[in-house]
């Protein structure tokens, strides 16, 4: 969970897979292997709602994460995907040392 009133910057990204129901059990554990991923549900006709934050301290988070999207695309069993929610708050106040 994400707190939109950290120190740091969030950089979050929520993606929709979609593999074969008969796969999704398999392409879910695979997805939950990148950095940064996480599993949020897995439907009953094969679609998966993944969301990828960037790391504490990464210096290219929205590199990253885009580099990673690409990459679970790729695995064997996904059909397809879809980029459906992005956040980064780097440009807020407190993440350009102003004062609040």
């Not at 994400?2 to 969030?10: A, D, G, R």
């Not at 979609?18 to 392409?27: F, G, I, L, T, Y």
């Amino acid at each position: 969970m994400i707190n939109l009133l950290e120190e740091s910057p969030v950089n979050i990204a929520g993606v929709m897979f979609m593999a074969h129901p008969k796969n999704a059990e398999k392409v879910a554990e695979d997805l939950k292997g990148f950095p940064g991923a996480e599993v949020h549900v897995k439907g009953e006709n094969g679609s998966l709602v993944v969301t990828v934050e960037g790391l504490e301290g990464e210096e290219n988070q929205a590199k990253r994460i885009i580099n990673t999207i690409t990459d679970m695309g790729n695995v064997p069993g996904v059909i397809s995907s879809s980029l459906i929610f992005h956040h980064n708050d780097a440009g807020l106040p407190q993440h350009q040392g102003k004062k609040l």
